[in-house]
């Protein structure tokens, strides 16, 4: 994997060297295209429980200062989901950020079905380690494909340390067969 270099500031005349050209073009091009990342394949998540439940075993990080004041943390969550209650009942998705509770949304029920998911989670650095845009866009049976953006918050959280970044879902009530379970995970990090 290739670092982000911030690019220099060139003077009127100065040379462009292949060191110039292969950190600032190559080097910056390879990460902006391959940024840090992982991925997460086991599962996790509630099942017949109403208890508020992290979607992750183990939960990413975001490391101090890799947003810096431009960058994007991305996390896609895939995954299945049952209820098998016919009302519409609210499930309730909470993403934090360290501690702090940065976004919260409801999502309705549409009855007895069964159905996968995915939903993608942006943190967007605006400007300052401490100022964040956190969007939800995905779709589930509960959450219309449809619809680009399900839920949009923003926070003052300092990312300019190392910060936990964690999704979790309640469910409305028990039912001993019913689960939201999250079958893969991958994070990136990138400057722009």
Not at 41 to 60: C, D, H, K, R, W
Not at 97 to 118: D, I, P, S
Not at 151 to 170: E, G, H, I, K
Request: proline share 4%; net charge negative.
């Amino acid at each position: 994997m290739t670092a982000w270099t911030d690019p220099l500031t060139f003077t009127l005349d100065q040379l462009v060297t292949p060191t110039h050209m292969n950190t600032y073009l190559r080097d910056n091009t390879l990460a902006l295209m391959h940024p840090v990342g992982s991925r997460e394949f086991s599962e996790a998540g509630p099942v017949g429980v109403i208890a508020e439940t992290s979607l992750y075993n183990s939960q990413p990080t975001i490391t101090g200062g890799s947003l810096g004041t431009s960058g994007t943390f991305l996390a896609c969550i895939y995954g299945r989901h049952r209820q098998g209650f016919t009302t519409g009942l609210l499930y309730t998705w909470r993403v934090y950020l360290g501690a702090t509770l940065v976004l919260t949304y409801a999502a309705t029920g549409g009855g007895a079905v069964e159905a996968e998911f995915w939903l993608e989670f942006r943190v967007e650095a605006l400007g300052a380690a401490n100022s964040q845009a956190i969007c939800v866009h995905g779709g589930t049976n509960v959450i219309r494909p449809q619809i680009p953006r399900v839920a949009y918050s923003t926070s003052s959280v300092d990312l300019s340390v190392d910060r936990a970044f964690n999704v979790t879902v309640q469910m409305p009530t028990t039912h001993a067969t019913d689960y939201t379970v999250k079958q893969f995970s991958s994070q990136l990090v990138g400057k722009n």
